[in-house]
């Protein structure tokens, strides 16, 4: 998989990104200073003027070079226009007051726009949203009329982590939508000021969408009229206002995640190798991982390890049935909650009753049209999914609760002897966290945990598995991965999440975290593992905490 | 016929010099030694050898054509292909500049993921 990510920091986008970075906080310095040499232009005697012009006019000769390569396209073509403006009275020698105050405005104008940003991109590179994420970042576009509402439903998606605009009206977003798609779409169902309600706008620019935008809906109204119209939009969420924003962001998280899901993974045990083959295509051209058992004996070894989401079961088997086997599956409790789907000739819908009695959830019946079976196995697996990750995730954060990330661990760590790869294990806590709850309220500490979380999702790999291991602690493992790579990776989340501005009541605040690493060992195990990670912890949190410490590596015969 | 390995890259803006130099080191793959001035060129383009000069035209001080008048008195450094690169192009310009001795002429602003096979292009202009 893309284990690349984070272990090679600087690549060539990442550079790039940075040199636009620096140049943007150098336009934040240039960009006064011209606006004030206008200002002294406006100023000063005609002869004084003759001599300030030649110098400004190579000023903003060079940002009409630099702006443009940094992707200030805007920005470069203006000042390319006065640049030229400039040039021209240097060769006449005589200006008018009139167009010399237009041009100075224009200067100054040149400031303020940069500041607030006049293209998407410059937006990325100035680096407005509260939280720099860069590329990956997921834009958010919002349609509120009341601006209290927008303005606070964008601030806390921009402490989360993505990247949100607040629209007023509908020819407001329009614009937007003309420059930019969002990665999502916040529509209020009820615009005061507008002909048609937000439902109607949204259907229709759905329509004109080749791929429906991920949509979710706010309104006053909960009669079921106003959600089939919005289920018919497109919608994936519902929220009755006033919103509880953390939910909505849970649930855009939710629309993300199905949307890069992983392939759902499908076993088919059948005999027929054949026909197996056949249903194996289908799934894949479906974009599912297929493996093929026709041994019943050896389910266990397969359901371990190929960890299916739906099992496919030939009814007909020889010497072990289908619903036997389905059977002893649902025996274990490991399995218990995996569906099963027959596979079977059979329309007797008494004998298909009598299977189903047993075990097993769904009979699809031979011939089955691709269609047919594509979608029968496909909402079994996205139903199981969904189940799983609510048993198994934390419903604050979505990240995995305490026992299954110390599995994970464990299995990590199982995996990185066997290869002989480093894997590295993080214990991460939140600086002085009591006294958030304390100061802001519950709410806004569970906002600070979420955003943590939300962040590490981003910035670590697929790869990485990460979970919420107590209150304010996350635990993480990063396979394939030493521990001076990790402790930079973390220490890049560190400092980004001593950036991020909460907002609650008391007015904004920020928080820090302390994080331990260890790496494995040739003897390592996993719980020595975590609780040097745990030390390394510890010691973040006495040498001042905002940190990140290593662990020292282990002594032989430790 | 030598081959494209070695740029000297003369500008005085520190952000398109660092541009630059990844644009070419990273995409191009070229070795670059940047200048901030026609005198730093000048004092270290012969230690450096450069196949190829990148020269920003607008320069504090020596600009680039007197810089590259300069460059043409060097021994070795007299054959070294050059190109200019400026914010300004008004028709007749590059006409000009090519008059001076430059191969050709880069616009800025440039697309950093592109300057590479820009000045690869003029550079086969030359080879080719």
Redesign the interface.
Known sequence: MDKQDNTIPQT?QQ??RQ?GQ??SE?LRQELPELAQQGERLLQSSEGQRQQLLPALR?QL??L???????GF?QL?QQA?EL?QQAERWLDQQQRQQQDLETFVAALQQLGAESDGGSSQSEQQRTGRPVVRTEGDTRLIYILEDEIAVGENMRLTLSNFGYRAEHFRTTSDLDAALQQQLPDALIVDVNLADEDCSGLDYAASLQQRLEVPLPLLVLTHQHDFATQLQAVRAGALGFFAKPVDIPQLESRLERCFAQQSGEPYRVLIVDDDRDLASRYSLVLRDAGMLVEILQDPAQIFDHLRDFNPEVVLLDVNMPYCTGPELAQIIHCNDDWLRIPIIYLSAETDIAKQMNALIKAGDDFVTKPISDNALVAAVFSRAQRARLLSDALSRDSLTGLLKHGDIKEQVAIELERALRTGDRASVVMLDIDHFKRVNDEHGHAAGDNVIRALANLLRQRLRRVDSLGRYGGEEFLAVLPDCTPQQAKQIIDEIRERFAELRFIADGGEFSCTLSAGVAGTDVHSQAEQLRERADKALYAAKHGGRNQVRVAASQEHGD | MSELKRILHVEDDPSIQAVAKVALEAVGGFQVLSCASGQEALDQVQGFAPDFILLDVMMPGMDGPQTLEKLRELVDIGEVPVAFMTAKVQPGEVAHYRSLGALDVIVKPFDPMQLAEQIRQIWSQRHG
Do not use: K, N, S
Not at chain 1, 64 to 70: R, V
């Open positions: 060539l550079h790039l040199l620096q140049f150098r190579d000769h060079r009409a070079g630099t702006a443009g390569t940094f396209t470069g390319r640049e």
